[in-house]
């Protein structure tokens, strides 16, 4: 089982000027072959298939709980795309100058005539996300050298997303998935290591990636986060320690397993776009019931989840964003 906290790994920007280009790029790091969905499925499966577990006990807990990260890391990248595909403007559907005609042409239609402007299972050209993708042999070395290599692919992908988009979201989103998939890249390295004994020391960086000069990954590092593998479970998965650890092969530092997931960041609360029906081409009606159903259950009047924003406050912005 996965338990889900309502927090982001990390925290993002709130909406400002759509990019819908942007948005369908940053699909690669959701659906591509080297995207979050491969690698949570990818160590999902290894998981659910690993056979022995309880005599190879520190390899299994490190590949099952890395895929519970994973989980995390679609959950940001979703996050992220939808951010970039937001129109805090709050744009009334029912004008003849709703927001969508000026997305013709522009990024992946799919975004607006299926997604409601939102993430899709699919790669930066619009193809589905592929079971194809998914590597589970059953034999820990070759499933193990596989994950390292998907990692290494998936870190490259991410360097050239960064390059490729600037806007404020994809930035936040690449520079923390960078330096979390390199944790994971030297996770796999150690188990190759405990497990054969190769040197795997020798091959870091790789891709050879300046994480420590990227602004956006720079606060991360700082953290700490670059060598801390967290334990995603409240009792479980308590010998990832015995393979995750040593010197990080790149500044040396003492790698670390940190009891319990991160705290985490509040998502945004993104406002209605009712020119593509989210949630609905009316959502002050779907508000109401919402409200209702709230007072009937005897809850309080306030919603008793936690946000960034609330996202009452960015339909304010519409006056001042719409001339």
């Known amino acids: ?17 759509p990019d819908p280009a ?28 690993f056979r022995g577990r309880q005599a190879a006990r520190p390899f299994y807990d490190l590949i099952a709980n890395i895929a519970a990260e994973e989980f995390g890391h679609i959950e940001v990248v979703a996050a992220a795309i939808n951010t970039m595909l937001t129109d805090p403007a709050n744009v009334d559907a029912h004008a003849p100058d709703a927001t969508l005609a000026k997305y013709k042409g522009i990024g992946n239609p799919q975004h607006f005539l299926q997604g409601g402007k939102g993430a899709l299972p ?37 360097l050239k997303v960064y390059q490729m988009v600037e806007h404020p979201a994809a930035r936040a989103l690449t520079g923390y998935l960078l330096v979390r998939g390199g944790v994971h890249q030297i996770a796999y390295a150690r188990a190759l290591e405990k497990l054969t004994g190769v040197d795997m020391m020798k091959a870091f960086p790789a891709p050879r990636i300046p994480t420590a000069k990227i602004p956006e990954c720079r606060p991360h590092i700082e953290k700490g986060l670059h060598r801390i593998l967290y334990r995603f479970s409240p009792a479980d998965y308590q010998e990832i320690g015995a393979v ?14 940190e009891q319990g997931p991160p705290e985490g960041a509040l998502p945004h609360d993104l406002p209605p776009q009712p020119d593509v029906f989210a949630p ?25 989840g936690q ?17």
Do not use: C
């Open 280 to 304: 609905d081409y009316a959502p002050q009606d779907i508000a109401e019931i919402a409200q209702r159903l709230r007072k009937a259950a005897g809850l309080p009047d306030e919603p008793t």
């Open 1 to 17: 089982m996965i338990q889900r906290i309502d927090r982001l790994g990390v925290e993002l920007p709130p909406p400002s000027e």
């Open 122 to 158: 699919q790669d930066s050209n619009g193809k589905p996300w592929n079971g194809e993708y998914v590597f589970s042999s059953g034999d820990l070395v070759e499933d193990l050298t596989h994950n390292y290599f998907l990692e290494t692919g998936a870190r490259n992908g991410k």
């Open 244 to 257: 995750f650890n040593g010197p990080h092969p790149e500044t040396g530092e003492d790698l670390v397993v």
């Open 307 to 323: 946000v960034a924003t609330d996202g009452s406050r960015f339909s304010k912005l519409k006056d001042a964003v719409t001339p």
């Open 22 to 49: 942007g948005a369908a790029a940053v699909q690669e790091l959701m659906g591509g072959r080297f995207g979050e969905m491969s690698t949570f499925m990818n160590y999902t499966f290894q998981s659910f298939n």
